[in-house]
């Protein structure tokens, strides 16, 4: 085993919140904890002893008598008799001495919201969406890059009971669609463009192709984010949050849903998840306060987009005080490190990104240590695939020795986090330092048995108030169930491969399932199937990511090609180009690659999951039964294309 590349000083031990919680609950309960790891066996042995009193620790007063109706999943139910509002926390904090929000852009000035006037435009936006009929149950659907006004608009729109859900703009007006078209939201808040890469991306004419394709939308409210020409009836954003005035949140069910966050869309349209008030209260208010530390003296800065659960999450530092920082723009602009320079510049103390950037800022020789002040920073998060050891001893070597790596694994499913670092953990490279508080996770094989020091799925056997409340559209439950529960009934399967240690840290390999995972952001591969079989040069087609052992993630998109069709150059841009259109520049391949003929089962379905891990180096003959294929020949022509 591999020696810790960080460890906490016995001072930093004694004054993490997490600490302070481990007291917390002796005093409470008489239970004595050992070390993080026997906190961490109680907290998932009752959960509702655990969940209650976190809920006390963070002052809301005494546990309620119901905090969980039964352990059986799905079906459990959190605090059914409390009311409350997300909101409600983010006033609570509200403060005169440091902002609220910091806003950054490329080639924008840097704009700070002190708390007066964060929470005042939220009252007069929520006002605004009063004035439009909008009350608790509608849905208001934004179309934003990662800006101040997303996180106001949000803000405005919880405080009402009414349901956020967004998309960042690099989506297509049809991919936003997929997603937002299925909410029927009454209002649409979106931004006249957003710049990235030294460009302004004019998207009004993607806004009039959601305006059109919005049944039932009372009004369109535009941030005029690039001065493009105004969007015709349209509500002009600094006028509908003029004004000022109080925020007073609407009380709701523990479980009233506060956003809709949406899976990628790998076998159809995306799914829409839906997340209850409390549950995400309760869950981020832990992971950012106990596993992160993040307090009133902190800044929260993660590079994200309104399409990631990560930008939830980032949001999650107004519950404890902390200020957070938006940035709409390109990280490795104009330089690869840029985002060091960024983080020194506002003063960040938790900086979150992705292992992509940490790699490409190491092929680029950066040494953000010594190129700029990051005296304040003392995490940095990383997390939407596997951080590869070398990646995080570079970390420790070139951002700062007493700089935690923050690794954390979790997904779009709970909005948080199921395992990662912890304030009094050690860190050691390649793995994932703890599970987190509450998080009942393990490793189980194929016959659902536990397994330790040997790869397994992560499963969750518990529940944790930030489980969905269900799926958009689920009336009866069918989707939901059938997406975590159909392998092991009564268990949560995430989808995922682990090797949970025998110290208690984890290991990820990545995807066991077919959703593309590349940089953080989940995306599906039915978007740009959509997208490429358009082309008449084009019969069908499959992605897969592929996660290297270097830490790449590899990308490559099969063609099979129509009669007479020679691939060239010319034909590769076109792919290229209708995905970049249709779907978005993340989804671009890495590389196109002509294939003979796509593989699939008997009932049709593309073997995703299979070429994946054939080009990872399986053997062809352990991934699936040759007589499920229907051509089976196809997958040594796939095995001979892994790369070297």
């Given amino acids: 085993m591999t020696d810790s590349q960080w460890e906490p000083t016995p001072d930093e031990i004694a004054a993490a919140p997490v600490t302070a919680f481990a007291r917390f609950v002796t005093a409470r309960t008489g239970h004595e904890f050992a070390d993080y790891h026997s906190l961490w066996r109680w907290s998932v042995a009752d959960v509702a002893e655990f969940w209650g009193a976190l809920w006390e620790f963070l002052g809301f007063g005494p546990a309620p008598e119901r905090v969980l109706?039964?352990?059986?999943?799905?079906?459990?139910?959190?605090?059914?008799?409390?009311?409350?509002?997300?909101?409600?926390?983010?006033i609570a904090q509200a403060r005169t001495d440091r902002p609220?929000?910091?806003?950054?852009?490329?080639?924008?000035?840097?704009?700070?919201?002190?708390?007066?006037?964060?929470?005042?435009?939220?009252?007069?936006?929520?006002?605004?969406?009063?004035?439009?009929?909008?009350?608790?149950?509608?849905?208001?659907?934004?179309?934003?890059?990662?800006?101040?006004?997303?996180?106001?608009?949000?803000?405005?729109?919880?405080?009402?009971?009414?349901?956020?859900?967004?998309?960042?703009?690099?989506?297509?007006?049809?991919?936003?669609?997929?997603?937002?078209?299925?909410?029927?939201?009454?209002?649409?808040v979106a931004a006249d463009g957003y710049r990235y890469g030294g460009r302004a991306h004019d998207r009004t004419g993607e806004i009039a192709a959601l305006r059109a394709g919005l049944?039932?939308?009372?009004?369109?409210?535009?941030?005029?984010?690039?001065?493009?020409?105004?969007?015709?009836?349209?509500?002009?954003?600094?006028?509908?949050?003029?004004?000022?005035?109080?925020?007073?949140?609407?009380?709701?069910?523990?479980d009233h849903p506060l956003w809709v966050l949406f899976s990628s869309g790998t076998t159809?349209?995306?799914?829409?998840?839906?997340?209850?008030?409390?549950?995400?209260?309760?869950?981020?208010?832990?992971?950012?306060?106990?596993?992160?530390?993040?307090?009133?003296?902190?800044?929260?800065?993660?590079?994200?987009?309104?399409?990631?659960?990560?930008?939830?999450?980032?949001?999650?530092?107004?519950?404890?005080?902390?200020?957070?920082?938006?940035?709409?723009?390109?990280?490795?602009?104009?330089?690869?490190?840029?985002?060091?320079?960024?983080?020194?510049?506002?003063?960040?103390?938790?900086?979150?990104?992705?292992?992509?950037?940490?790699?490409?800022?190491?092929?680029?020789?950066?040494?953000?240590?010594?190129?700029?002040?990051?005296?304040?920073?003392?995490?940095?998060?990383?997390?939407?695939?596997?951080?590869?050891?070398?990646?995080?001893l570079w970390l420790g070597e070139h951002v700062g020795a007493r700089v935690q790596v923050a690794s954390i694994s979790g997904g779009t499913d709970v909005v948080s986090a199921f395992f990662g670092?912890?304030?009094?953990?050690?860190?050691?490279?390649?793995?994932?330092?703890?599970?987190?508080?509450g998080a009942a996770v393990d490793a189980f094989d194929p016959a659902g048995r536990s397994v330790r020091g040997e790869m397994g799925e992560l499963v969750v056997t518990a529940p944790m108030p930030s489980m969905p409340v269900g799926f958009w559209r689920d009336p009866d439950g069918k989707r939901y169930r059938a997406a975590y529960f159909d392998m092991f009934p009564g268990v949560w399967r995430h989808g995922d491969w682990i090797t949970i240690t025998d110290r208690g840290s984890v290991v990820v390999h990545g995807r066991s399932d077919s959703t593309l995972n590349r940089h953080g952001i989940r995306m599906g591969s039915a978007d740009i199937y959509q997208a490429v079989e358009q082309l008449p040069e084009v019969v069908e087609s499959l992605v897969v990511g592929v996660e290297r052992p270097d830490g790449e993630y590899w990308m490559p998109l099969f063609v099979v090609l129509a009669a007479g069709v020679e691939p060239n150059a010319a034909l590769r841009q076109r792919i290229t180009d209708v995905i970049r259109t249709h779907v978005s520049p993340r989804h671009v391949p890495d590389e196109i690659i002509p294939a003979p003929a796509i593989p699939h089962t008997r009932t049709g379905k593309r073997l995703e999951v299979p070429i994946k891990r054939l080009l990872?180096?399986?053997?062809?003959?352990?991934?699936?039964?040759?007589?499920?294929?229907?051509?089976?020949?196809?997958?040594?022509?796939?095995?001979?294309?892994?790369?070297?």
Avoid at 71 to 88: C, I, K, S
Avoid at 620 to 641: E, I, M, N, S
């Fill in 268 to 392: 159809g349209l995306p799914k829409g998840i839906v997340h209850g008030h409390g549950g995400v209260l309760l869950e981020h208010l832990k992971a950012v306060a106990l596993h992160f530390g993040i307090g009133r003296d902190d800044t929260f800065f993660w590079y994200t987009s309104p399409s990631w659960m990560m930008w939830n999450f980032r949001n999650a530092g107004l519950l404890t005080g902390a200020t957070v920082v938006c940035y709409d723009g390109n990280p490795a602009r104009p330089r690869p490190d840029a985002l060091w320079e960024l983080a020194a510049r506002t003063g960040t103390t938790v900086l979150g990104t992705s292992p992509g950037y940490v790699l490409g800022c190491v092929k680029a020789n950066a040494v953000p240590r010594t190129d700029f002040d990051l005296s304040r920073l003392r995490a940095v998060g990383v997390t939407g695939s596997a951080l590869p050891p070398s990646s995080s």
């Fill in 100 to 188: 609220a929000i910091v806003g950054l852009g490329e080639d924008a000035p840097t704009l700070e919201l002190s708390w007066a006037e964060t929470l005042g435009r939220a009252a007069a936006f929520a006002r605004t969406l009063r004035s439009l009929g909008v009350g608790p149950g509608d849905r208001v659907a934004a179309y934003l890059p990662d800006i101040p006004e997303a996180v106001i608009a949000f803000l405005a729109t919880a405080s009402l009971g009414a349901i956020w859900s967004a998309c960042g703009q690099d989506y297509s007006a049809r991919a936003a669609l997929d997603r937002l078209g299925q909410l029927e939201p009454v209002v649409l």
């Fill in 421 to 437: 670092a912890t304030p009094t953990v050690p860190v050691w490279p390649g793995e994932l330092s703890a599970p987190y508080l």
């Fill in 69 to 90: 109706t039964s352990r059986e999943m799905p079906g459990a139910q959190w605090f059914p008799d409390t009311r409350l509002n997300y909101v409600d926390r983010v």
């Fill in 616 to 644: 990872q180096g399986a053997d062809p003959d352990t991934v699936v039964a040759r007589g499920a294929v229907d051509d089976p020949d196809l997958l040594d022509w796939f095995a001979a294309r892994r790369p070297a």
């Fill in 215 to 254: 049944s039932g939308l009372r009004a369109t409210v535009v941030v005029r984010r690039l001065g493009a020409t105004p969007v015709e009836d349209a509500l002009d954003w600094a006028e509908a949050s003029a004004g000022g005035g109080e925020l007073r949140p609407e009380p709701v069910p523990f």
